[in-house]
């Protein structure tokens, strides 16, 4: 019921503004509008702040059916989800509070500040610095990369407190857009999701109350961590769902378009290409929505399966959109038709919440 609803809204509300979205780079508004008019911004934050209450599985849903259409608007939900759950997993109930109701009532969007310029894979070499100064902490530095920057009201901000003790020396904070001091970059020029801002984030002295820690100083490290654990797997989610919605428009195109005097889906080269690109899509979506069970439940084994199923996943995800253009052809290779884009939104599958070279570490180091 939940995929049929998504499904609807996103082919109704959100598909017709795809291409143009792309092609202006301009932040999907149409799809924030609908998704918040239905609830569906940011559905797993919990009923007790508010929010929908939907768990891992169902949230990776909602994720798959948009990006099956737009996956600049996936990272609505996704997004406000990374942002978020630091302060879920390890902020103090009035943080909580503050800043979950905000959040569900779609008044406010959460960003996640991890990446800087010279700390990407290596996250911890991160040079924010934070600094207490009475009852409040005194922040300074540039996160990149920020996904909604300038969009979203609220950041979780990872920052080193103790320059000694490098990933146990790191602290995670809410700071938000109104905070003195905070500013955004020129919005990045990229390949594919176009309509997801990716910006800069300047801290200039942000003077923020020290209740606005999440968890314990020297904790913000492993809460970052132990958060992408959670939502690498709604990355996979967005990647099974550009598959999909790649496979999707390849089927309908092949049973139309003639060569020979008949349509390309009699050709049995043709009919091997689709059932290659679904049998991966099926083998992905069972890892992913595996992951997600692990994931509500809090399996131990959550960290591989996490990395397994995002690595996976957006490596499908490269190769079936690649094999959609493959099947139209020359008209595949034009923005005449979805499939280019889904080609190029795919690629950042493969690179953020840790390129999938940092997944296989990842996966090496937490062996089933
Ligand atoms: C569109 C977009 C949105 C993003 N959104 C966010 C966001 O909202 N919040 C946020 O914090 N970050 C975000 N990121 C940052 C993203 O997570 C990083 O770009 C990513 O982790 C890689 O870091 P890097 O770009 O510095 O590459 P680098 O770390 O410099 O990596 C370059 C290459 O070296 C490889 N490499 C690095 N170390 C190793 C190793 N030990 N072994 C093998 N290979 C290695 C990498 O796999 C990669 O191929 C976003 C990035 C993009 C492009």
Known sequence: MLRDAVRSLA??????????????????????DA???????????PEE??????????TVIVIEEVARVCASSSLIPAVNKLGSLPVILSGSEALKKKY???????EAMFSYCLSEPDAGSDAAGMKTRAVRDGDFWVL??????ITNAGESEFYTVMA????????????????????????????EKKLGIKGSPTREVYLDNVRIPADRMIGEEGTGFATAMRTLDHTRITIAAQALGIAQGALDYAKGYVKERKQFGKPIADFQGVQFMLADMAMKIEAARQLTYAAAAKSERGDSDLTFQGAAAKCFASDVAMEVT???????GGYGYTRDYPVERMMRDAKITQIYEGTNQVQRIVMARNLP
């Open 35 to 45: 998704l918040t008019a239905n609830d569906l911004h940011a559905v797993h934050v």
């Open 160 to 187: 080193v407190t103790d320059p000694e003790k490098r990933s146990k020396g790191i602290s995670a904070f809410v700071v938000e857009k109104s905070d003195p001091g905070v500013s955004f970059g020129a919005p």
């Open 322 to 328: 690649t094999d959609a253009v493959q099947l139209l």
């Open 100 to 106: 979950m109701a905000p959040l569900a009532r779609g």
């Open 49 to 58: 702040y508010g929010g929908a209450g939907a768990d891992a599985l169902a």
């Open 11 to 32: 082919e109704a509300k959100i598909a017709p503004h795809a291409a143009a979205v792309d092609e202006e780079a301009r932040f999907p508004r149409e799809a924030l």
């Open 140 to 145: 300074n530095g540039v996160k990149r990369w």
